[in-house]
Structure formats: C-alpha cells, structure tokens
C-alpha cells in the first residue's frame, strides 16, 4: 500500500483524519515501544488506495514457499510513459528492517530512463547501497537486489527474470 501511495484515515476521540499509510510505521522507542504512529485510542477505519495508470508487483523472497515469512520483500509501483520511460516510481522494501524502508535513490536513478534489464538491475543495486546489515544476515543485501529488480521488471511486464535471475 506504500507503494500504492493509499492513504489511511484515522479515527479517534478528537475525530478523523487522513495519513499516508506510509506515515503509520515508526520504529519503536523503549519509552511507547510502539511500532505504528496511531495513539492508543485511535483505529483505522478506511484505506484508499488511489487509482493511476502506474503499474506495480510485489515480489517476496522466502526460504521455503509456504508457511514462512519473507526475507525480504520488494514492492514496486511504476508510471512509464508510452515509449517505456520512467516518469515515476515507488520502491519499498519490506523485512530489510523494523519497518518498511523507501529505496528513495532508486527510485530517483529511474526517473527520465527506459526501464529494462539493465536498469531493474541498477535500480535494484542502488536499493542495497549504505545498507548495514547485521553480520547474521549480510545475505539479505544480496536479496534486495534481486527482489527489487524482479519487482520491477514483473510491474512493467517483462517475465524475462523468471529464468534468468
């Protein structure tokens, strides 16, 4: 839904509100040690997700194919313009951290370029520059590369990565 740029609203004691669901994680602080930026009297009600000609996919890796959480997860919405050019695009990665993380560079590095291999696999490098991993999963570095340039690719279309990558 991040990548979908949806909106939440919030309601609660002093009324409603709308927030980008974006907004709603936060990492958690000894003191509230909550994870979400709602207060403890307040509930979502309702999502909107906004409709776009942008095309998007979700790809998640996983040790096994059932019955495990991901590794890491890569959500990709993209608005190409007619001749294949990136005009706009939303890059999440998700189980990369204690809440979902933007991949803002890549998604920078794409506008104004034509989206193929190449530059899936670009993006997808750039996604993982300045991670930190902890030494128990350098591994997941790797997978965010991958993740994200699969994610790319199977928004616009392109299945080619399926026997490839």
């Known amino acids: 839904m991040i990548a979908l740029s949806a909106t939440a609203q919030v309601a609660g004691?002093?009324?409603?509100?709308?927030?980008?669901?974006?907004?709603l994680f936060q990492v958690a602080d000894l003191k509230s040690k909550r994870e979400v930026t709602l207060s403890s009297n307040e509930i979502i009600t309702s999502v909107t997700i906004p409709i776009t000609e942008a095309k998007n996919a979700e790809i998640e890796v996983r040790e096994r194919q059932s019955h495990d959480w991901p590794l890491v997860q890569a959500s990709a919405s993209v608005l190409v313009d007619s001749s294949?050019?990136?005009?706009?695009?939303?890059?999440?990665?998700?189980?990369?951290?204690?809440?979902p993380r933007r991949a803002v560079e890549a998604e920078k590095f794409l506008v104004g370029k034509k989206l193929d291999e190449a530059m899936a696999g670009e993006a997808g490098n750039k996604a993982a520059e300045g991670a930190t991993p902890h030494p128990t999963n350098e591994y997941k570095v790797q997978l965010v590369r991958?993740?994200?340039k699969r994610a790319l690719l199977s928004s616009v279309g392109n299945e080619y990565w399926r026997a490839t990558s």
């Not at 004691?13 to 907004?23: A, L, M, S």
């Open 84 to 99: 294949g050019v990136v005009q706009k695009a939303n890059i999440i990665l998700g189980h990369v951290g204690p809440v």
């Open 146 to 148: 991958v993740a994200v």
């Open 13 to 23: 004691p002093g009324g409603t509100r709308d927030i980008p669901v974006e907004k």
